[in-house]
């Protein structure tokens, strides 16, 4: 019998313990609560304690109900009524009756559940299916530089992205392998989920197609923002993008910063120099100039490129984590791989998030220049 049990509970909670069932559940409830809670009227938090939080119910309640169908929320209504009323008793004649309504309240939201759970089924089947999409899009692994050790990961906030990276060897019809350079790119995006992962896969295709044409990096980036501008519903889905080129043999980095946080450059001295550069996000605006920079790495230099989904992780008082604590971070990493940095740097957004929901997209990528043989 405590072997079913056991084998019972272990299929329930998929191996998880206690503390990771209730880490979970509080992230899932404080994420839950800034969904119903993010409409209600800020005007309201100088009105008096007693009023403010009885509207604050009545806001969640009707932002629950609005997030169902006209029908379901009938039902939701329905069953809590039943719910309410419990059981009643009345008399015909001299005969006495009672009927309980609980019953019937408890099978209309076990039906309102079932319905909900057979959307989330399909919808969860269809978005795992975009999240492979999405991981075949993106690189698996670094191409094979060798003065070069690169690394990269990305967490998305839902099943799929608005965060893009991208690193492969640009080489235009005509140019030698020798001269072939590393292009490199990080970008986010503006929204979350499903919007944002259409427009990144566009973003892709674009830079992949436009890259092989031998144009110099200002170029690029000049035919990305036209195409960005035609699909970007006016400048709504703008996206953030930081486009570098690395020689590899002379450590010449090139690069293009539209909007972006700007890539951290760590001398192995320990200094950390902020590479930034003028322009603005693509997509907002048809011939905005981007101004093209450039740095020269030396032997054990550390390149790190990221998404504000780093910076801007809040823990559960609502702070952030900072440029800043990011900074000192990537100025005290140890000498080690560039994997071993990633690694490092998302342990410590991990640490500071602790139980508190991740809701944005988080993605870094490293570069360690290890120089010429």
Same mark, same amino acid.
């Given at each position: 019998?405590?072997?079913?049990?056991? #084998?019972?509970?272990?299929?329930? $909670?998929?191996?998880?313990?206690?503390?990771?069932?209730? =880490?979970?559940?509080?992230?899932? =409830?404080? &994420? $839950?609560?800034?969904?119903?809670?993010?409409?209600?009227?800020?005007?309201?938090?100088?009105?008096?304690?007693?009023?403010?939080?009885?509207?604050?119910?009545?806001?969640?309640?009707?932002?629950?109900?609005?997030?169902?169908? *006209?029908?379901?929320?009938?039902?939701?209504?329905?069953?809590?009524?039943? =719910?309410?009323?419990?059981?009643?008793?009345?008399?015909?004649?001299?005969?006495?009756?009672?009927? $309980?309504?609980?019953?019937?309240?408890?099978?209309?939201?076990?039906?309102?559940?079932?319905?909900?759970?057979? +959307?989330?089924?399909?919808?969860?089947?269809?978005?795992?299916?975009?999240?492979?999409?999405?991981?075949?899009?993106?690189?698996?692994?670094?191409?094979?530089?060798?003065?070069?050790?690169?690394?990269?990961?990305?967490?998305? %906030?839902?099943?799929?992205?608005?965060?893009?990276? #991208?690193?492969?060897?640009?080489? *235009? #019809?005509?140019?030698?392998?020798?001269?072939?350079?590393?292009?490199?790119?990080?970008?986010?995006?503006?929204?979350?989920?499903?919007?944002?992962?259409? /427009?990144?896969?566009?973003?892709?295709?674009? /830079?992949?197609?436009?890259?092989?044409? #031998?144009?110099?990096?200002?170029?690029?980036?000049?035919?990305?923002?036209?195409? %960005?501008?035609?699909?970007?519903?006016?400048?709504?889905?703008?996206?953030?993008?930081?486009?570098?080129? /690395? +020689?590899?043999?002379?450590?010449?980095?090139?690069?293009?910063?539209?909007?972006?946080?700007? *890539?951290?450059?760590?001398?192995?001295?320990?200094?950390? =120099?902020?590479?930034?550069?003028?322009?603005?996000?693509?997509?907002?605006?048809?011939?905005?100039?981007?101004? &093209? @920079?450039?740095?020269?790495?030396?032997?054990?230099?550390?390149?790190?490129?990221?998404?504000?989904?780093?910076?801007?992780?809040?823990?559960?008082? @609502?702070?952030?984590?900072?440029?800043?604590?990011?900074?000192?971070?990537?100025?005290?990493?140890?000498?080690? $791989?560039?994997?071993?940095?990633?690694?490092?740097?998302?342990?410590?957004?991990?640490?500071?998030?602790?139980?508190?929901?991740?809701?944005?997209?988080?993605?870094?990528?490293?570069?360690?220049?290890?120089?010429?043989?």
């Amino acid at each position: 019998m405590f072997n079913r049990i056991r #084998d019972t509970w272990r299929r329930l $909670s998929e191996g998880l313990t206690v503390q990771e069932l209730w =880490t979970q559940f509080r992230k899932e =409830t404080t &994420a $839950s609560y800034r969904l119903y809670t993010k409409e209600l009227d800020a005007r309201e938090q100088g009105e008096r304690k007693g009023r403010t939080w009885w509207r604050n119910v009545k806001a969640i309640t009707w932002s629950i109900l609005v997030k169902l169908s *006209p029908t379901r929320r009938i039902i939701l209504v329905l069953a809590l009524v039943l =719910t309410a009323l419990g059981r009643v008793e009345f008399a015909w004649g001299s005969a006495t009756f009672s009927f $309980s309504f609980r019953g019937w309240g408890f099978l209309l939201i076990l039906l309102l559940l079932v319905l909900e759970l057979a +959307d989330r089924v399909t919808m969860k089947r269809d978005m795992e299916i975009a999240r492979e999409i999405q991981r075949w899009l993106l690189p698996h692994q670094a191409p094979s530089v060798p003065e070069t050790d690169m690394a990269f990961a990305t967490h998305p %906030a839902n099943t799929v992205a608005g965060d893009y990276f #991208d690193v492969f060897l640009r080489q *235009p #019809d005509g140019i030698p392998q020798d001269r072939a350079r590393l292009l490199l790119a990080i970008a986010d995006v503006a929204g979350k989920s499903v919007p944002a992962a259409l /427009l990144m896969a566009t973003l892709q295709s674009s /830079l992949r197609t436009v890259a092989y044409e #031998d144009v110099a990096l200002p170029e690029l980036v000049g035919r990305l923002n036209r195409y %960005a501008c035609d699909h970007s519903l006016e400048g709504r889905r703008f996206t953030t993008a930081v486009i570098a080129e /690395l +020689d590899p043999k002379t450590g010449e980095l090139t690069y293009v910063n539209a909007g972006h946080n700007p *890539p951290l450059l760590r001398r192995p001295g320990g200094s950390v =120099t902020r590479l930034e550069a003028a322009g603005i996000p693509l997509g907002i605006q048809i011939g905005s100039p981007h101004e &093209a @920079r450039s740095v020269t790495l030396g032997r054990g230099d550390l390149l790190v490129m990221y998404t504000d989904g780093i910076v801007e992780a809040e823990n559960e008082q @609502r702070q952030e984590y900072g440029e800043e604590r990011l900074e000192e971070l990537i100025r005290t990493l140890p000498a080690g $791989s560039a994997s071993d940095a990633v690694d490092r740097i998302l342990a410590s957004v991990e640490r500071f998030i602790g139980t508190a929901p991740q809701t944005d997209d988080i993605t870094c990528f490293v570069v360690r220049y290890t120089g010429s043989s």
